[in-house]
């Protein structure tokens, strides 16, 4: 994840360590810290008296509720186990406007497949025919799982505003209803998948989402890196080259090109983006 600008820092660094003492952790220190994009979010290692190495993440928000606050604990509680992804150990909420959510994940040992949510060099050997295999296997056992009311990945609004950020969406007058909506990571981006053994990461945001969303989202995010992208292509053909897929892959490259105006990761990603979709209206 990108750094947040320095002034958003101390206050959520403060409020990390206000956590870590609330849960009784012990801490390791600020240079281990992770600063999440827009300064939202801070996380670290830590250890617990009972379970040992942990993550500890804290979130701000204006107040309590909504699908990003209750995205990880309602996981926890309606996910199966068979979807590779950390435990939910404990959680500890406080403030008045902003408030703050401190939630204690199970240590995951292997290491992300990026530092970054796009791709800034070829795949690691290890994800190997066997992992692609795993990831299908998950995402395919995570479309069987309901969805509690209420939790969708877009609004009707975002989606009707694709045209302002690709205009040539608008003008070849794509359809833009979403025909199937299946239960989703809705934030498949490779800094959220680990090596082997594969588990996916942050859960916030999950939801039911365009069919073929997540495939997308991974493809979208590899296209600075052409090998990989083919590879994504390749795997998840069968839910991408259809028109379900085209209109996911639409709505990420739209997501990318108007996050490309607030921070740097999304500005580099956003070309590629663009040229992207043009690609799929010139098909």
Known sequence: MATPPTEARPHMI???????????????????LRHGVGGRTVSGPVVHPDEGRAWLRVMSAPAPGGRLWEGNPSAERLLPPYIPRPRLLAEHTWGQGPVFQALLFSFVEASPVSATADLRAPLSPSVDAGW?????????RLGQVPVPEGRRSHTPGFLERIPTHLPEVGE??????????????????????????????DWEGWAAAPAGYDAAV???????????????REVFADVLDTEEGRLAHLIICAEIVQAGERDPLHRRLAPYARRFALSLLAD
């Open 132 to 140: 692609w295999e795993e990831l299908r296997t998950t995402l395919h």
């Open 218 to 232: 991974l493809h979208a995010y590899a296209l600075a890196e052409p090998g990989a992208a083919a590879v994504v």
């Open 14 to 32: 403060e409020a990390w360590y206000e956590a870590a003492t609330a849960l009784g952790l012990d801490v390791q220190g600020e240079d281990d």
């Open 172 to 201: 070849a007058g794509v359809g833009l209803d979403v025909g199937t909506w299946v239960t989703s990571h809705a934030d498949l981006h490779w800094a959220n998948l680990t090596h082997h053994p594969l588990v996916l990461m």
